[in-house]
């Protein structure tokens, strides 16, 4: 996570950021393609990842009555994951969690009712953002997005009352039918 100043920040509001290649396990064997009886050459089958959408701009924002505001950039995905990366601001006047409870902090659903779990980063498993800070990185959560499906909803806090409290310090956020372009 960067601070908006654009230095590293001391690992309080870091977020596990994750490319789409450190995400993919290495091949097993020594090359892709193998020899029939008649010694053709045949390529190995793996996953075709054609049904994938390419990475998707999104540039969705919404705030919450405590002053904070997450923006969900883009969604890019992969053959064991959908990578969603935001921008998050707290304008509370003190720490804001976009992901209280590390099981249930975030969740994406599509429209075909898969959900898809919500893996948090080791070094800020709640998403802590300090009071006038900005956090941004890559939210990763394990599944391939399913080929049939054709919006998803993202959910900060799911398991809190939408209140929009301006003393919340744990904000529902709720990004709903984010359509997928393929």
């Given at each position: 996570?960067?601070?908006?100043?654009?230095?590293?920040?001391?690992?309080?509001?870091?977020?596990?950021?994750?490319?789409?290649d450190a995400s993919k396990t290495d091949e097993?064997?020594?090359?892709?393609?193998?020899?029939?009886?008649?010694?053709?050459?045949?390529?190995?089958?793996?996953?075709?990842?054609?049904?994938?959408?390419?990475?998707?701009?999104?540039?969705?924002?919404?705030?919450?009555?405590?002053?904070?505001?997450?923006?969900?950039?883009?969604i890019s995905f992969d053959e064991e994951y959908?990578?969603?990366?935001?921008?998050?601001?707290?304008?509370?006047?003190?720490?804001?969690?976009?992901?209280?409870?590390?099981?249930?902090?975030?969740?994406l659903v599509d429209d075909t009712g898969f959900?898809?779990?919500?893996?948090?980063?080791?070094?800020?498993?709640?998403?802590?953002?300090?009071?006038?800070?900005?956090?941004?990185?890559?939210?990763?959560?394990?599944?391939?997005?399913?080929?049939?499906?054709?919006?998803?909803?993202?959910?900060?806090?799911?398991?809190?009352?939408?209140?929009?409290?301006?003393?919340?310090?744990?904000?529902?956020?709720?990004?709903?039918?984010?359509?997928?372009?393929?």
């Open positions: 996570m960067e601070k908006e100043n654009g230095n590293q920040d001391d690992g309080e509001n870091k977020q596990h950021e994750q490319s789409e097993t064997g020594p090359d892709d393609e193998t020899e029939d009886e008649d010694g053709a050459d045949n390529e190995a089958s793996e996953i075709e990842d054609d049904n994938l959408p390419d990475e998707m701009k999104v540039g969705v924002q919404q705030s919450h009555e405590n002053g904070t505001v997450v923006t969900v950039d883009s959908v990578i969603v990366h935001i921008t998050a601001i707290n304008g509370k006047d003190s720490y804001i969690k976009l992901t209280y409870n590390i099981w249930d902090g975030a969740k959900e898809y779990h919500y893996l948090a980063p080791e070094d800020n498993r709640d998403l802590r953002i300090e009071s006038g800070e900005r956090l941004t990185g890559s939210l990763v959560f394990i599944g391939r997005l399913q080929d049939e499906a054709k919006s998803l909803n993202l959910t900060f806090n799911p398991g809190n009352p939408q209140d929009n409290s301006k003393h919340d310090y744990d904000p529902k956020l709720i990004f709903k039918d984010i359509e997928i372009k393929r």
